[in-house]
């Protein structure tokens, strides 16, 4: 499929939602509605993708740089003319065939792009929309065969009458084509009509009556028809995904007794025996391996997690969970940091742009930033590493099975060695030898009777 293309109309405003954005880039599950279809054209193997912008064109361009070729349609006049000016693109693809998606539509998937292409082709047809049944036909344009099954039209609602309103069978807005019929077709589109638009599904009567042959492929999804021009219908659209990514984890062995507030990304990947809690949200670009326990209320993005691990309350973004690993509950892991294999982290601690090495143990209350922290360490109550003075950030090492004590400032960049401590209570500001005690503190001086004689408090009445 790699001489094919896919033009994806989106250059609709949305006006029900209400936005300030385009229409096509409301999220479903953390991810804009585009984003979906472009991701069901790239599964499919279509790797050349042409966006119609229009709408708030520079949000979109902006969001789709570097990831898809875009067109402004500087007038909205309906879909033919929103075609028309990806023409030069499509022209590109002299000989092979071009795919219509609208971005709206973010359930259209890489099995009914792939499927329609082959009967497209198998049938020699110039043009084959892609169509699916639905219990609820209104609003949409019916799919009209003739006695044997052969595809002949397509009416929309307000033409219908009463008999082609019982059909169920509709028009999902996607379509393949023959580039260069589409190419020949697109000058043929009038705008006589009530609104003055120019609309794609006019090929299909132009091409009939040019006597080309055209088809209708019926989708085993009939959820591919399926869009949001309001907050309400994207609030339907996102729980019809969370529940379809959901029911496709637990096919997998992933454990979700109860799905109260889950929220996973739709390519997330979970391995079997995990164990998914309520309020867990998991975002793009992440993967948990087996046996896992995640959550409540963990919210992970573009992290990776081991297996055999448990995240209880975390917050992470960009880092990598080894096997094993315990963390929380409030925990968070900030970009470029690294947990190795059977490290705890408890109450309350950071961790950001660190390597932490395993069997390590970071219990609560803890910074921990810009260090490579070594194996076996063991790290007090209210320990900080201190890595910006103002201008620079700097790094702290921390050797092999080193002890922090108990509020202590490594003020960086320092290195303490291997089986090192830290007194509790000190300030490091040099490198503490492998092996050494280091005691950075000033020593305790008592000063007798000074509350009777200084008196500074206030007199306590109960």
């Known amino acids: 499929m790699a001489d094919n293309c896919a033009v994806i109309l989106a250059g609709g405003e949305g006006t029900r939602m209400k936005s300030q954005k385009p229409k096509v880039m409301a999220e479903l599950l953390f991810r804009p509605m585009i984003d979906h279809v472009i991701a069901a054209a790239r599964a499919a193997g279509i790797n050349d993708v042409c966006v119609v912008t229009g709408y708030k064109a520079e949000l979109l361009e902006a969001h789709l740089a570097g990831s898809a070729e875009t067109v402004r349609q500087t007038e909205r006049l309906g879909t033919g003319h929103a ?40 049938n020699g047809f110039v043009q084959t929309v892609i169509s699916a049944k639905v219990e609820n036909p209104y609003g949409y344009g019916r799919i009209v065969r003739d006695k044997n099954e052969n595809f002949i039209a397509i009416t929309e609602e307000a033409s219908a009458d009463a008999e082609t309103k019982k059909i169920n069978e509709i028009n999902s807005g996607a379509m393949w084509f023959r580039a260069d019929a589409l190419l020949a077709l697109l000058p043929q589109i009038k705008n006589d009509n009530s609104k003055g638009e120019y609309y794609l599904t006019d090929t299909v009567s132009l091409a009939l009556a040019s006597h080309l042959r055209v088809g209708a492929f019926t989708a085993d999804n009939a959820d591919a028809v399926l869009g949001a021009n309001s907050r309400a219908q994207l609030a339907q659209l996102n729980e019809l995904l969370r529940k379809k990514v959901i029911a496709r984890l637990m096919d997998a062995g992933v454990s979700i007794p109860c799905a109260d507030g889950v929220l996973i990304d739709p390519g997330t990947e979970i391995g079997a025996d995990t164990v998914i809690l309520p309020g867990t949200i998991i975002k793009e670009g992440c993967k948990i391996g087996s046996d896992c326990v995640i959550g409540p209320n963990t919210v992970l993005y573009k992290t990776t997690v081991g297996n055999g691990c448990a995240l209880n309350s975390v917050q992470s973004e960009e880092a990598t969970v080894k096997d094993n690993a315990n963390l929380g509950p409030f925990v968070h892991l900030r970009p470029n940091t690294v947990i190795g294999e059977h490290v705890h982290c408890g109450n309350f601690v950071e961790v950001k742009n660190s390597v932490v090495g395993e069997h390590t143990a970071v219990s609560h209350l803890t910074y921990v930033g810009d260090s490579d922290v070594g194996r076996g360490v063991n790290f007090g109550c209210g320990v900080v590493t201190v890595n910006f003075n103002g201008k620079t950030k700097n790094r702290c090492v921390i050797g092999d099975d080193a002890f922090i004590g108990c509020n202590t400032n490594l003020i960086a960049p320092v290195r303490v060695g291997d089986r090192a401590y830290t007194a509790a209570g000190s300030t490091i500001t040099e490198d503490v030898p492998d092996d050494a005690l280091s005691i950075a503190r000033q020593r305790q001086t008592n000063k007798e009777n000074w509350v009777i004689k200084r008196k500074p408090y206030r007199e306590k009445k109960y």
């Not at 693809?93 to 198998?122: E, W």
């Open 83 to 122: 075609v028309m000016q990806a023409v030069e693109f499509i022209a590109r693809h002299s000989g092979a065939n071009v795919l219509i998606l609208n971005g709206d539509a973010p359930f259209i998937d890489s099995k009914t792009v792939s499927d329609a292409l082959s009967y497209h082709t198998a």
